[in-house]
């Protein structure tokens, strides 16, 4: 089939790349121009595992290309999935639509009868449904419109792509159901289960799922805080908690908290929606604000370390991106933290293995140093705020020979306290009591 993806950004790379994957004839869109140069040299201009290579591959055969126009794509799909961005707005909880909506606006008048336009932005609910009147308005009864929420994981984006947990397909005909089926059709054929729904349903399915996830990382997290309170161990009681399989262990890993592009604004989004809607969600505002401790109490600990105050410290934080196998430092907990103790009076010292140029960009304050123990030399405290798989292979003891004090605290709970403990190391970790 020809498909288009308008929003060439982390989930519309990877989408059309996984489209061109499939088998299908893809013309990527995007209205920055230098997106569309990068993309069409074969360059990812962000980090994620196994992206690049299948965006060379499909970009060779020429199954895989990309423009800015909007009247060439308009002239080559059938199917038009948009994948534009769905920020928080500037002045409030809500999201900010002017995104979405310009793809309609763009779109819609260019449109040949029989086109299907595809969202797979998170929105509120009720958007695609005056999504759908606009289109309507522009391009006349011959084109429709249907919602596709997308579930993707930065990191894991490729294969949650082409073996996704579920395709939810908000649908208002049978023809846009039997449309989307096709495109897909290699990844149910491999068994994966379709729900058909309406469109507010659909679009609230992914809202919903975000809540939940979010909700399941905020409840550890304020057992955190308990635990804190109590002189108990989170971690421990995690695990007791998840051998139930009602509860289950995932997510449910104590630490500095959720972040980037899609968590925080998404629960705020739908608390404002719920709202317009005369439903309170005022637990999902209690989510983002024990979420936000969580940062509070890692700076706290810090200055702790540092007998009262940061001032003057020289304090290294190891990780910048918002979680790991990616460079993505939208809302990242770890830059946030960073930035919190230079305003304090810290000198501050980041390395991530992926995520430099970014938090650089984005924080021309902080230092930066070129590997985790360049960061670490001389350090008053050691922060470990990203989960990347090469901080937990550190080894306590060389580090213990660089660090100006050997003071750590573990934001994401995975370092083993007993080993770092033993190598000398003042060790604190979030909702656990320090090694004794
Ligand atoms: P992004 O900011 O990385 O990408 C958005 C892209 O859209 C940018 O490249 C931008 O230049 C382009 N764009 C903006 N206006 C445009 C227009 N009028 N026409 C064409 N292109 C335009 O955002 P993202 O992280 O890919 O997220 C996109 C949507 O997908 C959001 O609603 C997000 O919540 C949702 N989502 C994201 C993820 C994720 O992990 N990133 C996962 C699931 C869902």
Redesign the pocket.
Known sequence: MRLTV?????????HAACMAELGHEVLG????PD?IAALRAGRVP?HEPGLPELIAQHTATGRLRFTTS?EEAAAFGQVHFS?????QSKDSEA?DL???D??IE?LGPLLPEGALVVG????PVGTADRLAGRLAELAGPGAELAWN??????GF?VADTLRPDRLVLGVRSARAEELLRAVYAPVIAAGTPVVSADFPTAELV?TAANAFLATKISFINAMAEVCEAAGADVSVLAEAIGHDERIGRKFLRAGVGFG???LP??IRAFAHRADELGVSLAFLREVDRINMRRRDRVVELARDLCGGAVLGARIAVLGAAFKPDSD?I?DSPALNVAARLRLDGADVTVYDPQAMDNARKAFPLLGYALSAEEAVRGADVVLHLTEWPEFRELDPERLRTLAGRPRIVDGRGVLDAGRWAAAGWEFRALGRPAPG
């Open positions: 308008i929003g060439t950004g982390y989930l519309g790379a990877t869109v995007d209205v920055d997106k962000f909007y994948c534009v961005g769905t920020p999201a002017t995104y979405v310009a793809v763009n797979k932005s998170t929105v929420p997308e579930f993707l994981r930065e984006a992914k980037g592009g899609c604004k998404d993505d939208r």
